[in-house]
C-alpha cells in the first residue's frame, strides 16, 4: 500500500455498496439492536486520529466584567461555586472546552468561601490575579498567589476562599469531568460543615517543593502528587535557569512539565500540566500529536496558528488546541520572553498507548496562514 494513501476505495477498508436486500438486512438488524459492522466502519476506524473540537481563543478583557458581574448575581452558597465556563462550539453537549477537557473561570471575593466537597473527577487551579486567596485540600490549608498551579486530585475534599483583607481572586478551573462522566464513573459529595484542618499551613508546598529534596522519613501512598502547589515564584526562575543551559525546543520553547516530585510523572492520574518559556522572539515550528491542550498565558504576549488559523494572545486569555491539530506558538516580542501555561490529558492518552505526534515538513516547518 502507497504511504499515506488514504482512499477508503481500496482493499482492507469497507466498499460494500447499497442493494435493495441489503437496506432490508440492516433494517432487520435493527429491530434486534444491532447493525452490520461495515457499514460505519470507515467513520469509527478513521486513518488518522480525529478531533471533533474546534481551536477556539477566549479573551480575558472580554470576559473579565462578566467574571466579576456573577458575584454581585449569586453567592457561593447559592452556586456551589461561582465560574463562568468555557465551552468549545462543537462539545456545548458535554460541557467540554475541548476534547474531553472543562476549563472556567471561578471568583471569589474577600471573605467568601466555598463549601467543601469532593468528586471522582479531578480538579486543578491556575491563578490569575488577587491577594491573600487559598485553598483546604484534605484539610490541608494552602495560600494562593498569582500564576501559582495548583491541584485536587480525584475524590480529595477541598473548598477555597478569600480572606478578609485580601482582595477579588480569579482562577481557572481545569477538570476532567467531561471524561469522568463520559466513563459514567462521576460522583459528588458535600462535606457537612468546615473541614478540619489536618497539617500547618502550607504544609504542602512547604515539605515537597523543596528543589529536589523530599521527606525521607514520610510515606505517601496516593497516586497522586502529595505537592498540592506549584509555585510561580519557584517556576519561572527554574524556566529561567534551564534556559541559560539548553538548547531552545524548535516547537515549544524552553518546556517544563509539573510533575510528582516523588516519582518525576504527572500530577495527577488524568490531567498533567505544562509550563513553558518562548524566548523572546520566538518563532516555534508546528507539530501535531494526541491529546487535548487548554492553554493560558502567563506572561507576555504572542500567537499560536491552529491548523492554518492565527489566534493572537496576551497575559490571562485562555485558548486551546485539539487532539492531532497542527499548531506551532510564536512570541510577538523581541525583548521579553512570554509563558503559556497549558494542563493536558496526557496522563490518559499516554498510559493508555495512544501517543503520537508528527513534524510539519513543508515550508520550513511553518504552517501557511489561511
Given at each position: ?5 488514504y ?6 477498508r469497507?466498499?460494500v455498496?447499497d442493494?435493495?436486500e441489503?437496506?432490508a ?10 447493525g452490520?459492522l461495515w ?13 471533533s ?5 477566549w479573551?480575558?478583557?472580554d ?7 456573577s458575584?454581585?448575581?449569586v ?5 456551589g461555586r461561582r465560574?463562568?465556563?468555557?465551552v468549545n462550539d462543537?462539545r456545548?453537549?458535554?460541557s467540554?472546552a475541548?476534547?474531553?477537557l472543562?476549563?472556567?473561570?471561578q471568583?471569589?471575593r474577600?471573605?467568601?468561601s ?5 468528586h471522582r473527577?479531578?480538579?486543578l487551579?491556575f491563578?490569575m490575579?488577587?491577594?491573600?486567596g487559598?485553598t483546604?485540600v484534605d484539610?490541608n490549608?494552602?495560600m494562593?498567589?498569582v ?9 480529595t475534599w477541598?473548598e477555597?476562599?478569600?480572606?478578609e483583607?485580601g ?5 481557572q478551573d ?8 463520559a466513563l459514567?464513573?462521576?460522583d459528588y459529595?458535600v462535606?457537612?460543615?468546615?473541614q478540619?484542618l489536618t497539617a500547618?499551613l502550607n504544609?504542602s508546598?512547604?515539605t515537597?517543593g523543596?528543589?529536589?529534596l523530599i521527606?525521607a522519613?514520610?510515606?505517601?501512598d ?7 502547589k506549584?509555585s510561580w ?5 527554574a524556566?529561567?535557569?534551564?534556559q541559560?543551559?539548553?538548547?531552545v ?6 518546556f ?5 516530585p516523588?516519582?518525576?510523572g504527572h ?8 509550563m513553558?518559556l518562548l524566548p523572546a522572539?520566538f ?7 494526541t491529546g ?6 502567563a506572561?507576555g504576549?504572542g500567537y499560536t496558528?491552529?491548523?492554518g488559523?492565527?489566534?493572537d ?6 485558548f486551546?488546541v ?15 520572553d ?12 499516554e498510559?493508555?498507548g ?6 510539519l515538513?513543508?515550508?520550513n ?5 489561511q
Amino acid at each position: 500500500m502507497e504511504e499515506n494513501n488514504y482512499s477508503d476505495d481500496q482493499y482492507g477498508r469497507a466498499r460494500v455498496q447499497d442493494s435493495p436486500e441489503l437496506i432490508a438486512y440492516y433494517k432487520e438488524l435493527e429491530t434486534l439492536g444491532a447493525g452490520a459492522l461495515w457499514t460505519v466502519a470507515n467513520d469509527i476506524e478513521p486513518w488518522e486520529p480525529r478531533s471533533s473540537s474546534v481551536p477556539m481563543l477566549w479573551k480575558y478583557d472580554d470576559l473579565r466584567d462578566l467574571v466579576l458581574k456573577s458575584s454581585e448575581l449569586v453567592t457561593p452558597e447559592q452556586a456551589g461555586r461561582r465560574v463562568v465556563y468555557l465551552v468549545n462550539d462543537n462539545r456545548k453537549d458535554v460541557s467540554a472546552a475541548v476534547g474531553w477537557l472543562y476549563t472556567g473561570i471561578q471568583v471569589t471575593r474577600p471573605g467568601e468561601s466555598t463549601s467543601a466537597h469532593r468528586h471522582r473527577a479531578s480538579a486543578l487551579r491556575f491563578i490569575m490575579e488577587g491577594e491573600k486567596g487559598y485553598t483546604v485540600v484534605d484539610g490541608n490549608k494552602i495560600m494562593l498567589e498569582v500564576n501559582d498551579f495548583v491541584i485536587t486530585p480525584n475524590s480529595t475534599w477541598h473548598e477555597h476562599g478569600v480572606e478578609e483583607g485580601g482582595k477579588t481572586c480569579i482562577w481557572q478551573d481545569g477538570l476532567d469531568i467531561p471524561l469522568v462522566n463520559a466513563l459514567e464513573a462521576n460522583d459528588y459529595a458535600v462535606y457537612d460543615g468546615k473541614q478540619p484542618l489536618t497539617a500547618p499551613l502550607n504544609f504542602s508546598p512547604m515539605t515537597y517543593g523543596g528543589a529536589g529534596l523530599i521527606p525521607a522519613d514520610k510515606t505517601w501512598d496516593k497516586p497522586y502528587s502529595p505537592l498540592f502547589k506549584y509555585s510561580w515564584k519557584n517556576v519561572y526562575p527554574a524556566l529561567l535557569e534551564a534556559q541559560k543551559v539548553n538548547e531552545v525546543n524548535p516547537f515549544d520553547g524552553i518546556f517544563m512539565q509539573y510533575s510528582n516530585p516523588l516519582t518525576g510523572g504527572h500530577v495527577m492520574q488524568t490531567m498533567g500540566a505544562s509550563m513553558q518559556l518562548l524566548p523572546a522572539g520566538f518563532k516555534g515550528k508546528a507539530h501535531k500529536h494526541t491529546g487535548s491542550f487548554v492553554y493560558q498565558c502567563a506572561k507576555g504576549k504572542g500567537y499560536t496558528i491552529i491548523n492554518g488559523k492565527r489566534f493572537d494572545w496576551k497575559e490571562r486569555d485562555i485558548f486551546c488546541v485539539p487532539s492531532w491539530a497542527w499548531h506551532e506558538h510564536h512570541n510577538l516580542s523581541e525583548t521579553e520572553d512570554a509563558c503559556l501555561f497549558n494542563f493536558n490529558d496526557l496522563p490518559v492518552i499516554e498510559g493508555l498507548g495512544l501517543f503520537q505526534g508528527r513534524e510539519l515538513t513543508e515550508n520550513n516547518g511553518h504552517q501557511q496562514v489561511q
